[in-house]
């Protein structure tokens, strides 16, 4: 197996039509690691994967596996191994003639293919199915065959396509974890594809999160979490309050700004590292940052009053939906036995945490 | 893909696109040109102000027309019925239904045609019975009734089978809805459901005028001459080649297949509605009313019957020495199979290598077009798709008339053969004309293929040569191998561009022996028995593809992912 090849993606474009797909996309995938892109459908990711592997050319840009310029190589002299969505398994050749179809095609010797196609089986834990149709198998033993035709070949890149998102919820966790440990063991640059941000987040040491054709921000899943980079991204990872509004200087002159949101009126900020003392902008708090009380207690947070027009108990926690002035408000309060609990309609304050506020340009 | 098609690509196009030229527009255009020119190559429309004053030309045309649209109104009688029966009740007929949708279609209207004359003629065998019983006659074999008669018999599968689609599609929702919304009985069905299924009775009518306006087996062992494609066939056979009146003919009968075909396409343009929801049925089933069961069955039973009468006649006619004059047969033997198989073996090789050849070149072709269209971005890629296509309403009698004046005084390299007096000519004239049926069969096959099967392929280091031999052609076998019989089978049935491009009988295929016995009363029993051949080989062919194919499609189906 290549360990440790970098991946380079250096201002590539493409259009199809007058409908702009990727927009001068730069990327550097680190020798060895587990990378997402992650988006909505339609953003781009895929094709910029595909555009990896070779079935798409980029108009403009270059990529480069390892240093080497294989802008131009056509997919069968790319030696990047993909996992398709749909696992494509050849239905007219067994488990094991799949597996062994891409050392074939490196005409490798006979006795060589068959114990590598013995080795990649074990190592998905499919050895005992070699013989079978891949009909014959189920979604998970499906996909672990498509993993292991690929891995046989030892790609110096492994390129991983919505791999899960075939499978059901409990088995999609299952394999996620056994992906991760696979790659581990491996060492191999992994470029893995979804649209789900609870995968991404588990599994990738770094993630590009994408938006139409441009990638919107790159960093650890807790970077994408903490610090989003602007409001689709604080949108798109966890759920998050967003407030519109106009930054001004404190009265009086202290260490502090006023923030005046659109919906939800004045609230009153310390001024932190990085925070411009005015203008438009837009500021973000995640639902667990907000504490739901009756009266406001504690003064070192940020409070506002507000009806609550939606109770969900999801087990763990108690989300509230709470109208104040005219924003729209989530706020999730711990559950556990004999906590408070407001109904909906109640009057009720909301505290936020103003260390967890993050602001955002607009 | 940096540039959008590679040189390979385009060689393959330009090969079959040259093929195409040079034996299906050059011949066709040939016939039209000759059509519209003098002598000297000037433009001129006197040959039809001729042909139109000739009595029997336009008298021809018109009983061409009328045969055609009888045809259509016959066929329709026959197949709505069963078809609505079949999809709307719960009707335990459909093996019935099944059989006859394949019944008609192995039997060649030509050969068949003998036998129902011996059946239903003047002095067959119903009307003896029904003279000596009632003192009544029905002359339903008496000259174009007998052709109608005969065609509708061969040809209402293609509206039955199109028809049974196009209803059974019908989400019984667009139907429940209807009467959520109040509609019911005729105003539903007229509505609703009729207008729903439209389309497949459209595409099944058309192709019916087509087949029947074109024909020219079936009047010629009929002996009705008074039709366009027998005076085509005549007038160049007797007064020659040069002569105008069988071009204005041909013209004739191209324009009316084009048009038919193109107005059929109009028609249903936009209409091919996806009416089946995901996991949704077809119409809902009622249980007919005791009545009705005696009804549906009694008709299914009157059309099996009719529908199995050329296959029993020609079985009878096979197995007689002497059948004239009586119900059925008086002396029964096998002298004539013995006589078909020592006389006739020469004609069952030289269709077995004609037309093995011809079904050759169609999956080679038909793979090679649906791989540009679907998988490549070649430019103009479709134009060999419609070009392919429109072979299918290029009348067999035109193609045949066209190549022997295309081709005349053309020699084959190395030898001093003309191209028109070898049997090469057979293996280009039947794959031209068979290649639609190997076409939709590789393209259905070929959309079958995710691409991402190709792709995985690739991705592992088989190039895109390498990667439709391993990977692509295996998963099209199926599809491949049914076009391949398709076009032998309906190759090997091939009358009226036989019976023009035989030049000796040397070179004759079986399906102008059976032409050629049918001509004399001694030659109908080894005629029958050769198309009892014929019938038996159509038939083992199209029922091993279908167990072939069906047995495939459920395996590709488990291996679909999940």
């Known amino acids: 197996m290549h360990a440790g090849v970098k991946v380079q993606i250096e201002h590539v474009a493409l259009a199809f039509g007058s409908t702009k797909v990727l927009r001068d996309i730069d990327l550097l995938i680190e020798p060895g690691e587990f990378f997402g892109l992650l988006g909505p459908s339609g953003c781009g990711k895929s094709t910029l994967l595909r555009i990896i592997a070779g079935f798409n050319r980029a108009q403009t840009g270059r990529v480069r596996i390892g240093g080497e310029d294989i802008t131009a190589v056509p997919p069968w002299n790319r030696n990047v191994g993909m996992v398709f969505q749909s696992y494509a398994l050849w239905p007219h050749m067994s488990v094991a003639e799949n597996v062994a179809f891409g050392l074939e095609e490196r005409r490798l010797p006979r006795s060589e293919v068959r114990r590598k196609v013995a080795e990649a089986l074990e190592l998905v834990g499919l050895a005992a199915f070699a013989g079978r149709r891949p009909g014959q198998l189920s979604g998970g033993q499906q996909q672990r065959v498509a993993l292991a035709r690929t891995i046989a070949v030892e790609p110096r890149v492994l390129l991983l396509d919505e791999p899960l998102s075939n499978l059901d919820a409990r088995l999609r966790v299952h394999m996620r974890r056994e992906l991760v440990a696979l790659q581990r063991k491996l060492g191999v640059t992994t470029l893995f594809v979804t649209h789900d941000q609870e995968e991404a987040m588990t599994t990738c040491a770094r993630i590009a999160l994408m938006d139409q054709g441009v990638i919107q921000q790159v960093g650890t899943p807790v970077d994408l979490f903490d610090r989003p980079a602007n409001r689709f991204v604080a949108e798109f990872v966890g759920t998050i309050n967003l407030l519109h509004g106009r930054l001004e200087r404190a009265a009086g002159g202290g260490d502090g700004v006023a923030f005046l949101s659109e919906s939800a009126g004045p609230l009153s900020l310390p001024l932190a590292e990085g925070i411009p003392g005015q203008g438009e902008a837009s500021i973000a708090f995640r639902p667990h940052g907000v504490l739901v009380a009756e009266r406001a207690s504690d003064a070192a947070r940020v409070w506002l009053s507000g009806t609550v027009t939606e109770r969900e108990f999801l087990g763990e926690f108690v989300r509230y939906h709470v109208r104040a002035g005219t924003a729209d408000l989530i706020a999730d309060q711990p559950h556990y036995f004999g906590v408070r609990d407001f109904p909906r309609g109640a009057q009720v304050r909301l505290g936020i945490d103003p260390g967890q506020v993050r602001l955002l340009q607009r | ?562």
């Open chain 2, 1 to 562: 893909m940096n540039s959008r098609f590679s040189t390979a690509q385009a060689a393959v196009a330009l090969a079959i696109a040259a093929f195409l030229v040079a034996f299906l527009v050059y011949p066709v255009l040939t016939v039209v040109y000759v059509a519209f020119t003098n002598a000297d190559g000037t433009l001129t429309f006197g040959h039809f102000a001729s042909f139109m004053q000739i009595s029997l030309m336009r008298e021809s045309f018109a009983n061409s027309l009328y045969v055609a649209l009888m045809t259509v109104l016959v066929c329709s009688l026959i197949a709505v019925p069963i078809a609505y029966f079949t999809v709307r009740f719960d009707f335990r007929g459909a093996v019935l239904v099944q059989t006859l949708g394949v019944l008609p279609l192995i039997m060649p209207a030509f050969v068949g045609a003998s036998a129902m004359q011996l059946l239903f003629g003047r002095s067959g065998s119903v009307n003896l019975l029904l003279s000596a019983w009632f003192d009544v006659t029905v002359p339903i074999m008496d000259g174009l009734n007998g052709v109608i008669f005969v065609e509708s018999l061969h040809y209402f599968p293609f509206i039955l089978m199109n028809l049974t689609v196009a209803l059974a599609n019908i989400d019984t929702a667009m139907e429940e809805s209807a009467q959520n919304l109040g509609a019911s009985g005729l105003r539903l069905f007229r509505r609703v459901v009729f207008p729903l299924a439209m389309p497949g009775y459209v595409a099944g009518a058309s192709l019916v005028f087509i087949k029947v306006f074109d024909d020219l087996g079936t009047p010629l062992v009929l002996n009705v001459t008074n039709m366009l494609a027998p005076q085509a066939y005549l007038r160049v056979t007797s007064i020659g080649i040069e002569d105008p009146i069988g071009y204005v003919i041909c013209f004739l009968l191209v324009g009316f297949s084009i048009v038919a075909m193109w107005g059929s396409t109009l028609f249903l343009r936009g209409r091919e509605y996806a009416t089946l929801q995901r996991g949704a049925t077809g119409l809902a089933r009622r249980r007919l009313s005791p009545w009705q069961t005696a009804f549906a069955y009694a008709w299914i039973v009157v059309v099996l019957l009719l529908v199995l009468s050329p296959h029993i006649g020609v079985l009878l006619l096979s197995l007689s020495k002497v059948w004239s004059f009586s119900v059925v047969p008086e002396i029964y033997t096998l002298d004539n199979y013995a006589t078909v198989f020592t006389d006739s073996s020469r004609m069952i090789g030289n269709t077995l290598l004609y037309c093995g050849l011809a079904a050759l070149v169609d999956v080679v072709i038909g793979t090679a077009i649906a791989y540009l269209v679907l998988r490549t971005r070649l430019p103009g890629r479709q134009i060999l798709d419609h070009l392919a296509t429109v072979a299918l309403a290029m009348p067999g009698v035109v193609l045949g008339i066209g190549y022997l004046r295309a081709f005349r005084g053309i020699e084959l390299p190395f030898t001093d053969t003309a191209l028109t007096a070898s049997g090469l000519i057979f293996v280009l004239a039947y794959s031209v004309r068979r290649l639609p049926y190997a076409l939709r069969s590789c393209m259905a096959a070929l959309s079958q293929v995710h691409v991402s099967l190709e792709e995985s392929a690739q991705n592992l280091g088989a190039t895109r040569a390498r990667s439709i031999r391993r990977i692509v052609v295996p998963l099209m076998a199926g599809g491949i191998l049914a076009g391949f019989v398709t076009s032998f089978v309906t190759a090997a049935v091939e009358i009226s561009e036989t019976i023009l491009l035989t030049s000796r009988e040397s070179l004759a295929p079986m399906s102008y022996g059976i032409y050629l016995y049918m001509q004399s009363i001694a030659g109908r029993g080894p005629g029958a028995a050769l198309g009892v051949i014929a019938v038996v080989m159509v038939g083992l062919g199209s029922y091993a593809s279908h167990r072939y194919l069906h047995g495939r499609s459920i395996a590709l189906e488990a291996g679909r992912p999940g």
